[in-house]
C-alpha cells in the first residue's frame, strides 16, 4: 500500500491512503489520524490500512484527486532519523578527492550520523539558505521506516522492522561541514531539514525491485531541470538497509517511526572508476558534491557550485513501467 | 509550576502537575494529555497549567500522592534532543589528559552534538549495557525544554524560548566513542538513551539562582551511594543555555518540545587546576570519565573504572533550602 500526511494546518498532517497510480487518496484518519499514530500500533493498524487501499484500487472507497504539493513528509516530525552511508563509492571519491584512504573497517562497520527529525521540509517547500556561502547541496537517498526495534536486533531480524520505503532529500550544508567536523562531535548546523517523497510505500509495492533490503531502481535526480543522477540504488550498496537498522539499534532500541537513511546513492562507473555525468552517457549523480570531487580528480579543482537561490532539485524513482512509485520531491532554494 | 509525566502504559505518558514540594500531583490531562500536547500549544495551554499549579499550592485541587518512581522522563520520547558542551573545563581535561590544545574557537563556538531521542530511559530505569568493555559512564547535565524556535534566533531572543528546565544524565559508552569519532561522523552507538529528571519546571520556580540563562546551584551527582560530584552548574559556564539553543537554532528552526542540554557540568579547581575528589574537599565531577582524567593528569594512568552491572548514580539538584527541585534521576546499570 501507499501512504501519504495531506496539509490540514496541524503539526503532523492527516492519514490518508494513495492509490497506486498516485491519482487519488481516500482518508485514513478514521483509522490513524496520523502516519505515527498508525506506527504506534502498526501491527493493528496496518491490516485496516492495506483493507482500505484494496478498496481505493477497486474504486470501492470515496476518493478525491492526489496532489502531490498538497502531502506533508510522510512523517512531518519523527523521533528519529539517523543516515547511514552505504554506497561506499561515494565516501571512496570523497577521499580519493582529498587524497585520503578509506579506512578498511569502513567496508564493514557503517558510518551512521544522528539527524535531527524535528522539523522536516515538505517535499514542495522550498530550501530556507542563509548565506550561499553555506554550500548548499542535495543529497538523493533512500529511507525506511521502522516499527519498534529491539536493541542489539541482528541484521537479519532487522529486515522484518523495516515497514514502509520512501526517498528523501537529505539537504547538506558543505561549507559548514568541515569546521563541524574538525570539531569532532559530528554534524550538527551543516544538516539543516531534510525533505522526504510525498508518498511512502509498503515493501510489497516495490515487487522484485526489492531484493536483499535494497531497492534495485534508479533513483533520478534532477538539477536545474536536467538529468542530474541515475544511479541504481540496489548497485554498489555496500550495506542493506536493514544492516543500517541493526546498526542503529546496537546499544538502544529504535522506537516506531524511526527513520534510517541509505545515505547518498552513488554507482561506480562501469570501469570501476569515478562516474561520468548524465550529459556524457553517465549515471551521473545524487549530490553536487560528488561531481564537484570528480572535477577535482580530473582537473585538480571543482567547476560545479554550490547551490544558491533559484536552484532547483527534483528526486523521483520509477517502476519497470515508469510510473513514479513515491511520487517527486521537488525543492527550490530561497534566500531568508 | 513544576511538571511531570506518570506511567500509563502509553507511549507518551500522562501530563501532571506536581506541588512545589514534590510531594502531591494533580492530573492535568484534562487540559492537555501529554507534556508534548501541551508545548504544541503553549501560550495557550501554559497559563491554564499554571491556574491548576496554583490551585495545586492551595489545595484547591484533588491531588493524590508524587511518588517520583512513577514518572518517566518528562518527554518520553521527543522530536529533538541536542547537547551543547558548555562548561569547557570538562572539555579542557580530556585535552591535557590526551596532551592536546583546546582550539580558540571553542571558547565562542559551541561544541553541540545531535542525540537521539525516541526512547528515553524513565528516571529511574535502569541502564541496559550490552557489554562491560563499552565503558557506561553517567553525565550529570542541566537541559532546556523549547516551544518553537525560529531559524537564525539570537541568542537574547532565544532566552525567552526556554519553557522548561530539568535534569539529565546523558550516558555515554565511553569505549565505543574513539572509534566512532575516528570514522568522522560524531557519536552514535556511543550515545545510547538518556533519562530525565522526574519532574521539569519553569524558569520562575528557580529563583535567583536562575541568573543569565544558567542554573546558579550545584548539582549533586552521587556515585554507588557517595558524593561523587558537587559542581555549580552556574561556575564556569562558558555557554549560557540560551547561546546553545541559538546555535543549534542557527539553520534550521526547532519545534516545540526541542530538548536542548548544558553538557557535563565541571567547574575548576579554585586554584585553576583540575578539581579535587569530594571526599578530598573537592568539588568532583559529574562523570568518571573527568576523574580518570585528572588520575592521568596526576598519576600517568586512570585507576577508577567505568560503570559495570549493579552500579548506581543519583543526580539531583536542590535549591537553598536544601529542597529537591527536579526530583532524583536513580539508575542502575543492568546487564542485557
Known amino acids: 500500500m501507499k501512504l501519504a500526511t495531506l496539509k490540514n494546518g496541524s503539526r503532523d498532517g492527516r492519514l490518508v491512503v494513495v492509490s497506486k497510480d498516485l491519482t487519488c487518496y481516500c482518508a485514513a484518519d478514521n483509522i490513524a489520524p496520523t ?118 536486533v541482528s541484521e537479519e531480524a532487522a529486515a522484518d522492522h523495516i515497514k514502509l520505503i520512501m526517498l528523501v532529500n537529505d539537504v547538506s550544508l558543505r561549507g559548514l561541514i568541515p569546521g563541524e567536523l574538525a570539531k569532532g562531535f559530528g554534524f550538527f548546523q551543516s544538516k539543516p531539514s531534510s525533505a522526504f ?26 538539477y536545474n531541470g536536467e538529468a542530474f543522477g541515475r544511479a541504481n540504488a540496489g548497485v554498489d550498496a555496500t550495506f542493506s538497509l536493514a544492516k543500517l537498522v541493526s546498526h542503529a539499534a546496537k546499544t538502544r532500541p529504535l522506537a516506531a517511526g524511526a527513520i534510517i537513511g541509505s545515505g547518498t546513492v552513488s554507482n561506480q562507473d562501469e570501469s570501476g572508476g569515478p562516474g561520468k555525468p548524465c ?27 554550490f547551490m544558491k537561490q533559484g536552484d532547483t532539485v527534483r528526486i523521483e524513482m520509477r517502476d519497470a513501467e515508469n510510473h513514479s512509485i513515491f511520487g517527486a520531491i521537488e525543492q527550490e532554494v530561497v534566500g531568508v
Open 279 to 305: 550529459n556524457e552517457g553517465g549515471l551521473g549523480y545524487s549530490c553536487i558534491a560528488e561531481i564537484r570531487m570528480i572535477e577535482t580528480i580530473n582537473h585538480g579543482a571543482p567547476k560545479t557550485s
Open 35 to 152: 502516519l505515527q499514530a498508525a506506527l504506534d500500533d502498526w501491527a493493528n493498524i496496518a491490516p485496516k490500512l492495506q483493507a482500505l487501499s484494496l478498496d481505493v484500487e477497486n474504486q470501492a472507497a470515496p476518493c478525491e484527486r492526489f496532489h502531490e504539493h498538497d502531502a506533508r513528509s510522510p512523517l512531518p516530525r519523527s523521533y528519529q532519523w539517523a543516515d547511514g552511508s552505504a554506497y561506499i563509492n561515494h565516501v571512496e571519491l570523497v577521499r580519493k578527492a582529498r587524497g585520503a584512504e578509506v579506512p578498511e573497517s569502513f567496508y564493514s562497520d557503517p558510518l551512521m550520523y544522528q539527524g535531527g527529525s524535528d522539523s522536516f521540509l515538505a517535499p514542495r517547500d522550498p530550501i530556507p539558505l542563509g548565506d550561499v556561502s553555506w554550500g548548499c547541496d542535495m543529497e538523493g537517498e533512500v529511507a525506511v521506516i521502522t516499527d519498534d526495534v529491539p536493541m542489539g
Open 197 to 222: 517523497s510525498p508518498v511512502c510505500v509498503t515493501p510489497d509495492e516495490l515487487g522484485e525491485a526489492w531484493q536483499d533490503n535494497v531497492i534495485f531502481l534508479p533513483l533520478m535526480v534532477d
